[in-house]
């Protein structure tokens, strides 16, 4: 069936530094791919999301870059900040959005 | 309201009652998804429901759990003889367009409590 794979589970970086977050999917026929934060207690909200058709989105620190032959696409947040800690989840599918199992981001003073 | 709502947003109860949890998508929105968190885990999707099409049950965990969406608004997750393992936050969302490529906009979530 369908999976999203999402990595790491956990990763910390310190204030100033980038975060890099990877996720993989099985289904090749996927050609939609949002990006969720959830903050602690509140509901995912979207960050950013790309479709096939391109390779790259970028949306002043964030952006995504999405790979279709190696079927993985990665989240990228330059020059964290405090508030950029929070749980962010990846998600794709073709006939249904399927989520990955979430990364949880700890900015370090 | 502009939102998705949802309701209860706290439910406890006893082992073994049904409960109910009611939806609310936006205006117009003709996918919902219902998924179920556990505390600090990740979002499993339960079931789907496009349009008028046949919902998409396949994560539905036991046949103690149905949905059903009314009039292609409002929909309602229904738990029958809860075990203690279900208590989860219960989120719901919505989006515009018949395919999966629009975005989710999510409720608050009911925070559901089997004692």
């Known amino acids: 069936g369908e999976n999203v794979e999402q990595h790491p589970s956990t990763l910390s970086v310190q204030e100033g530094d980038s975060a890099v977050i990877k996720c993989t999917y099985s289904d090749s026929a996927s050609n939609y791919f949002p990006w969720y934060k959830q903050e602690l207690g509140k509901r995912p909200q979207l960050i950013i999301d790309?479709?096939?058709?391109?390779g790259e989105k970028k949306d002043q620190r964030i952006a995504v870059t999405l790979n279709k032959t190696a079927k993985h696409f990665s989240l990228h947040i330059t020059e964290t900040q405090p508030e950029d800690s929070a749980v962010y989840f990846c998600a794709g599918g073709s006939d249904k959005i399927i989520f990955g199992k979430g990364t949880r981001l700890h900015i370090l003073p | 309201g502009a939102g998705v709502s949802q309701s209860p947003s706290n439910k406890v109860t006893e082992k073994g009652k049904d409960v109910e949890l009611r939806c609310d998508p936006i205006s117009g929105h003709t996918a919902l998804y219902w998924y179920r968190q556990s505390l600090g885990q990740g979002l499993e999707f339960l079931i789907y429901?496009?349009?008028?099409?046949?919902?998409?049950k396949s994560g539905l965990p036991s046949d103690r759990f149905s949905a059903e969406r009314t009039g292609g608004s409002v929909s309602t997750l229904t738990i029958q003889r809860t075990q203690q393992e279900d208590s989860a936050v219960y989120l719901c969302a919505s989006s515009l367009g018949t395919g999966v490529n629009q975005p989710q906009h999510f409720g608050d979530g009911t925070r559901l409590s089997i004692l």
């Open positions: 790309i479709r096939s058709n391109v």
């Open positions: 429901f496009q349009g008028n099409s046949a919902p998409d």
